[in-house]
C-alpha cells in the first residue's frame, strides 16, 4: 500500500508539472463541450430558394410569401426562366429552385389541380433533404388551405382523414445540443482515459525511466495501479467539470436519471479504457507511435459510435463495427440515463458490454506487460 | 569460493529485417565478492545487453547466470532487490526533484534515504545543495551523482554499471572513479563497464570484450605483462607520412597511431638504428624513437589480431 501510495504522488506531481499537459486537461473540455454543439447542429436553417414565377398571380405571390413566413428559407431572388434559377445554383448562392408555371392559379381554380416544380441541390445531403421535406409540408400546408376556400365543406369529411398530431419525448424543443452534450461528454472522458494513459507510460519507455523502474522490486500490479489509478480520477475528475459546469450551467442540461447509476457506469467504463491506453502502451515505443495508434482508434470510436450519426440507420457491417466499440454503449447509456432518466433495468445490457470490454481489455493490456525487454 | 557474480555460456542474438546480431557468444566469467571488476569494450561490443541479463531485464537465449547466488531467471525477484543498477542513459524522472527521485526509488526497494544515509552520504552530500532542483536541470557530472546515489538507495550488495562515464569531463571522471573506490571499501562489488580503455587500470580485474566474446579477462597489470612484444613509439612532425613508411618498411610488425605517436611492433629485435635510417633516407626528420609500456589499449588492439 505503501508503494502504491508513493506511486501515486509521483503520478500526480508529474501531472500537474507538465505544462503542456495540466491546461488540456482542463480547458480542452470546456472548450469542446462549448464549441462543439453549437457548431455541430442538424437544424437547416438559411436555406436559399430560387423563385421562377411564370404566373405572377395573387395566388402565386401567396405562395411565395407563405414559403417565406415558414422562418427556414431565404429568398436568393427572382429569374426569368429556370435556366437562369439553375445558374444560381451552379454558383452556389441558391440550395432550391421552386418553378411556379404559367395559369397557374387559373388551373387551380378552375382544374383543381397544378403541378409545380421543385429544384434540389443535393450537394449537402441533409441540407437538400431537409429544405425539400420542409417546401414539401409548406406547400401541403397551402394546398388545404386553397381547398378550403374553394370546396363547399359538406358536414362530415366524405373521405376520412387522419390528422397526425406529435409531441417531442425528453427533448420537447428539439434542441440538438440536449443530444450532442452528453455524447461529446463520453468522447472526451473516452480520450483523456486512452491518450493519456498510453502517452504516460510510453513515454516512461521512451526516456528509459522503465529501465531504471524495472530493476527495482516493485510488483508489476503495484506499478500497473499507480499508473491507472490517477487517469482513472481524472477521468471521473473532467467528467463530472463536463456534466455539472458545462452541460449544467452553460447548457442547462439536468440529469434526469439517477447520479450513482450514472458514475458506476463511468467507474466501470473507464477501467475499460484505462486498459485500452494501456495496451496500446504495450506495444509501442515510442510517444509517437503510441499517439498514432490511439488517435486511429479514437477517430474510429467518435465516427462509428452514433455522436453524430444515428447507429440504426448504418448499414449492418458498419453496425457490427459500432457494437464492438465500448464508446458506443457509453454515448447511448449517458443520453439514455441523463436525458431519458434510464433505471439500471434499462441499461443492464449496456452494463454487461461494458464489464465484458472492461475486463477484456484490462486482462489484455496486463498479461501483454512486461518488466522485462 | 563464493562468487558475487557467475556467467556460463551466455548467449543473446538480436534478429532484424537487416541480419542477425550475436550480440554475446558463449560469454563465460565470474566476479568475486567485494572485487571492482571493469568490462572494456567498444560501442557494440555486448556490454549493455550482458549487463541487461544480470539485472533481469532481458532474458539470455541460452546459457546459466547468478547474481549473488541467485540465478537470473528463476530468482529475478530475489536479484531486483539486490542489486543496483544505472543505465548507460540517465534514467530518473526529470520533472522531480533530486530528493524526490531519492526518496522514490528508496519507497520502491521498501527502505528510506535516512536509513541509508551513511553510504550514499559522500556522494549525496555533493548534491545536497540542490536538492530541490528538478533531475533535468541539474549538469552532467549532478545527474550521475544522483543517478548513482538512487542505485544505491538500499545498500546493493552487487553494483551494476553501464558506461557511468561515457560523455562525461575528465575531472568528473577521475572524482567517479574515486567515489567507486570507496564503494569498494564498503564491500560492495562493483561491475562497471566502459569503453575508455585508460580506464581499465582502476579496476580490480577486467574483462577486454568485443562482438560479444571475451578476449582476455585478467588484473590489467596481468594484462599488460602478457604483451608479448616490446613496443616502441615514435614520432616525427610529419606523422601522416611517417606512419605510411613505417607500413612499407619490410621489419614492421604492425604500426598505429595512438595519440601524438605512433606505436611499433617490430617483426624482429634490433631494427631500431636501421629504422632511423631507413626513414632519414625518406626525409625524415626530427625522428623520435623510446620504447614503452604497453597499455591496455595496444593489449586489446594485439588481441584483435
Given at each position: 500500500m ?13 501531472i ?6 495540466l491546461?488540456l486537461?482542463?480547458v ?10 453549437l ?6 436553417k ?16 401567396k405562395?411565395?410569401s407563405?414559403?417565406?413566413a ?8 427572382y ?5 437562369v434559377?439553375?445558374?444560381q445554383?451552379?454558383k452556389?448562392?441558391?440550395d432550391?429552385i ?15 389541380t ?10 449537402n ?5 431537409l429544405g ?6 409548406v ?6 388551405q ?16 387522419i390528422?397526425?398530431m406529435?409531441?417531442n ?7 440538438f445540443?440536449y443530444f450532442m ?11 483523456i482515459?486512452?491518450?493519456?494513459t498510453?502517452?504516460n507510460?510510453v513515454?516512461?519507455?521512451?526516456i ?10 516493485i ?9 491507472l489509478i490517477p487517469?482513472w ?7 463530472s ?20 447509476l450514472l ?9 475499460g479504457?484505462?486498459?485500452f491506453g494501456l495496451?496500446i502502451?504495450t ?13 486511429f482508434?479514437v ?11 444515428p447507429?440504426?440507420s448504418?448499414?449492418?457491417?458498419a ?9 458506443t ?6 443520453r439514455?440515463?441523463v436525458?431519458?432518466g434510464s433505471?439500471?433495468?434499462d441499461?443492464?445490457y ?8 472492461s475486463?477484456?481489455?484490462m ?11 | ?19 542477425t ?18 568490462l ?7 556490454k549493455?545487453?550482458?549487463f ?14 547468478t ?7 528463476n ?5 531486483r ?8 542513459k ?11 527521485n ?15 544515509y551513511?553510504?550514499?552520504?559522500d556522494i549525496y552530500?555533493?548534491?545536497?545543495p ?6 533535468g ?9 544522483l543517478?548513482?546515489?538512487c542505485?544505491l538507495?538500499?545498500k546493493?550488495a ?6 557511468p562515464?561515457?560523455?562525461?569531463d575528465?575531472v ?11 564503494l569498494?571499501?564498503?564491500g560492495?562489488?562493483?561491475?562497471v ?6 580506464e581499465?587500470t582502476?579496476?580490480d ?17 596481468k594484462i599488460?605483462a602478457?604483451?608479448p612484444h ?10 601522416y607520412?611517417?606512419?605510411k613508411d613505417?607500413h612499407a618498411y619490410?621489419n614492421t ?12 611492433i617490430?617483426k ?8 632511423l ?5 625518406k ?7 623510446k ?7 595496444d593489449c586489446?588492439?594485439e588481441?584483435?589480431?
Amino acid at each position: 500500500m505503501r508503494t502504491i501510495f508513493f506511486l501515486l504522488r509521483k503520478e500526480f506531481k508529474q501531472i500537474f508539472r507538465n505544462r503542456a499537459l495540466l491546461p488540456l486537461i482542463f480547458v480542452a473540455p470546456i472548450l469542446q463541450l462549448l464549441i462543439l454543439p453549437l457548431a455541430a447542429n442538424y437544424e437547416v436553417k438559411n436555406i436559399n430558394l430560387a423563385v421562377v414565377d411564370h404566373d405572377k398571380s395573387p395566388y402565386s405571390q401567396k405562395l411565395i410569401s407563405k414559403i417565406m413566413a415558414s422562418g427556414y428559407f431565404k429568398l436568393s431572388g427572382y429569374y426569368e426562366g429556370y435556366d437562369v434559377a439553375f445558374h444560381q445554383i451552379e454558383k452556389d448562392e441558391a440550395d432550391l429552385i421552386l418553378e411556379i408555371p404559367d395559369h397557374f392559379e387559373r388551373n387551380i381554380v378552375k382544374e383543381n389541380t397544378e403541378k409545380i416544380f421543385l429544384a434540389v441541390n443535393a450537394i449537402n445531403g441533409t441540407k437538400a433533404n431537409l429544405g425539400g421535406a420542409y417546401l414539401i409540408q409548406v406547400l401541403a400546408d397551402f394546398n388545404s388551405q386553397i381547398r378550403m376556400e374553394w370546396k363547399q365543406q359538406s358536414r362530415f369529411n366524405e373521405a376520412p382523414t387522419i390528422e397526425v398530431m406529435h409531441s417531442n419525448w425528453y427533448n420537447p424543443m428539439m434542441n440538438f445540443r440536449y443530444f450532442m452534450v452528453p455524447g461529446i461528454l463520453a468522447v472526451l472522458v473516452t480520450m483523456i482515459g486512452s491518450y493519456m494513459t498510453a502517452l504516460n507510460i510510453v513515454k516512461e519507455k521512451e526516456i528509459g525511466t522503465i529501465e531504471q523502474i524495472n530493476v527495482t522490486p516493485i510488483r508489476k500490479h503495484h506499478f500497473i495501479l499507480g499508473k491507472l489509478i490517477p487517469f482513472w480520477v481524472l477521468g471521473i475528475f473532467v467528467f463530472s467539470f463536463g456534466l455539472f459546469v458545462v452541460s449544467f450551467l452553460v447548457y442547462g442540461i439536468i440529469p434526469q436519471g439517477n447520479l450513482f447509476l450514472l458514475y458506476g457506469f463511468l467507474a466501470v467504463y473507464l477501467v475499460g479504457i484505462l486498459g485500452f491506453g494501456l495496451l496500446i502502451s504495450t506495444y509501442c515505443d515510442t510517444q509517437q507511435q503510441a499517439m498514432s495508434v490511439s488517435f486511429f482508434f479514437v477517430m474510429i470510436f467518435m465516427l462509428m459510435s452514433g455522436l453524430f450519426t444515428p447507429i440504426d440507420s448504418m448499414p449492418s457491417w458498419a453496425k457490427a463495427i459500432s457494437q464492438l466499440s465500448p464508446v458506443t454503449y457509453f454515448i447511448e447509456v449517458m443520453r439514455m440515463i441523463v436525458l431519458k432518466g434510464s433505471s439500471f433495468a434499462d441499461i443492464k445490457y449496456h452494463f454487461v458490454a461494458i464489464v465484458g470490454f472492461s475486463v477484456l481489455l484490462m486482462g489484455w493490456a496486463i498479461l501483454n506487460y512486461r518488466k522485462t525487454m | 569460493m563464493n562468487y558475487a557474480v557467475e556467467v556460463e555460456n551466455i548467449r543473446k542474438t538480436y534478429t532484424s529485417e537487416i541480419g542477425t546480431t550475436h550480440a554475446l557468444q558463449d560469454i563465460s566469467f565470474a566476479v568475486n565478492s567485494g572485487e571492482l571488476f571493469g568490462l572494456i569494450g567498444p560501442d557494440g561490443a555486448g556490454k549493455t545487453s550482458l549487463f541487461r541479463i544480470l539485472t533481469t531485464v532481458l532474458l539470455a537465449d541460452g546459457g546459466k547466470a547468478t547474481v549473488n547466488g541467485f540465478d537470473v531467471v528463476n530468482k529475478y525477484r530475489e536479484i531486483r532487490s539486490c542489486v543496483g543498477y544505472m543505465p548507460g542513459k540517465f534514467s530518473l524522472y526529470q520533472d522531480l526533484t533530486v530528493e524526490e527521485n531519492l526518496n522514490f526509488f528508496a519507497t520502491l526497494f521498501g527502505t528510506t534515504l535516512e536509513a541509508n544515509y551513511e553510504l550514499v552520504k559522500d556522494i549525496y552530500i555533493q548534491i545536497e545543495p540542490f536538492k530541490k532542483r528538478r533531475a533535468g536541470k541539474l549538469s552532467g557530472g549532478m545527474k550521475q551523482k544522483l543517478a548513482l546515489c538512487c542505485a544505491l538507495i538500499h545498500k546493493p550488495a552487487v553494483l551494476f554499471l553501464d558506461e557511468p562515464t561515457t560523455g562525461v569531463d575528465p575531472v568528473s571522471r577521475k572524482e567517479f572513479w574515486e567515489m567507486l573506490k570507496r564503494l569498494k571499501q564498503q564491500g560492495i562489488t562493483i561491475l562497471v563497464s566502459t569503453p575508455y580503455m585508460d580506464e581499465a587500470t582502476l579496476c580490480d580485474r577486467i574483462a577486454l570484450i568485443q562482438h560479444g566474446t571475451i578476449l582476455s579477462i585478467d588484473t590489467p597489470q596481468k594484462i599488460i605483462a602478457s604483451f608479448p612484444h616490446p613496443l616502441y613509439a615514435i614520432k616525427s612532425p610529419e606523422i601522416y607520412r611517417l606512419l605510411k613508411d613505417i607500413h612499407a618498411y619490410e621489419n614492421t610488425l604492425s604500426c598505429y597511431a595512438f595519440g601524438e605517436y605512433l606505436h611499433l611492433i617490430f617483426k624482429e629485435e634490433n631494427h631500431n638504428d636501421e629504422l632511423l635510417h631507413f626513414l632519414t633516407n625518406k626525409n625524415h626528420e626530427q625522428v623520435v624513437l623510446k620504447p614503452i609500456e604497453a597499455s591496455i589499449e595496444d593489449c586489446f588492439i594485439e588481441l584483435l589480431k
